[in-house]
Structures are given as C-alpha cells and as structure tokens.
C-alpha cells in the first residue's frame, strides 16, 4: 500500500473479509512527522533509527517526537541510529493463518530489544529450536531497490 493512497468509499473500512489476506484500509495514512523520517531511513539507509530521550535515558524505536515519561520534545539531535542488531526478548510460533488454516510453514514472531526498546517484527532463516531469549539478532533488508518505506522493508531478523 503506498502510503497516500485515497479511500473513496468508507465502507469499506467497516468490514475485513476474514478470508482476506489484508484489512483494505485505502484511507489516506501518515506515519506522522518522526515515523515518516524512521521509514525514510529504512528505506534510503537500511538504518534503523530511534529518538533518545537525555533525560530519562531511554531510546524509543521506532523514533518519537515526544518523551512518554517527561514529556519532554525529542529534536534532531536526539535522532540516533541503533544499528541493525538487537537481542531476542521473547518469540512465538504461529502455525495457523489468519482464517484459522494451517500454514505449511510455521512463522515466528518476536519481540527483540533494541537499545531498551522493543520491536516486533519476524524471525528468519532459523527454526524454533535455534532460538534462545537473550541471543543476538539482526536485522535483514530488502534490497534497497525494493523498499518502500515500511517496516516490511526489514525481511527479517536472523540469529547471529
Ligand atoms: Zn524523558
């Protein structure tokens, strides 16, 4: 989905067909101002980068424009790139899809912290038994020629 895209019927945000592979929101969609820039970096850079609040010493990712704990503005200077390594904090394996089908493949889910941050995102080329909570990952990309400015440009996260 490109993400200015216009829905012109509002209905069809008002139903998912649980047989779909996609919810159809057509809407026009903004990431905001700091999740605009995030996906630009993910996009043109293959960095993915956060916003650290001095303060409070915590990093968010993705970026934010605000401290959720003192409130306080996050500003250019506070835009950090956090590599593309993070570690595995938790994970799970789905073997159904959606619609309650059996997958032919089993896919797995984690949470990896990444500088005090946590991203969800897809675990690959390895299977459950390879994984250990605590364990490095990193990111894999798109080629850059196939991005989008999405969090999909990330393929994965694969064990080091
Ligand atoms: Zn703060």
């Not at 101002?33 to 010493?57: D, H, M, P, S």
């Not at 409130?71 to 159904?96: C, M, N, P, Q, Y």
Request: with cysteine; proline share 4%.
């Amino acid at each position: 989905m490109a993400i200015l895209e216009r829905n012109t019927r509002n209905i069809d945000n008002r139903y998912w067909n649980p047989g779909a592979e996609y919810f159809p929101v057509k809407n026009r969609y903004t990431a905001g101002v700091a999740g605009q820039r995030f996906f630009e970096e993910l996009k043109e850079k293959g960095k993915i980068f956060g916003t650290k609040c001095e303060t409070c010493n915590k990093t968010y990712i993705p970026a934010r424009l605000y401290c959720e704990r003192c409130f306080a503005r996050l500003e250019d200077k506070d835009w950090v790139d956090v590599g593309t390594e993070g570690t595995l904090f938790s994970f799970t394996v789905v073997h159904e899809t959606k619609s309650g089908e059996k997958k032919e493949k089993p896919s797995i889910i984690a949470a990896i912290n990444i500088s005090g941050s946590l991203l969800i995102h897809r675990l690959g080329e390895c299977s459950e038994e390879d994984l250990q909570i605590g364990s490095r990952v990193k990111a894999k990309f798109k080629p850059q020629a196939k991005r989008k400015g999405e969090i999909e440009d990330i393929l994965f996260f694969k064990p080091l």
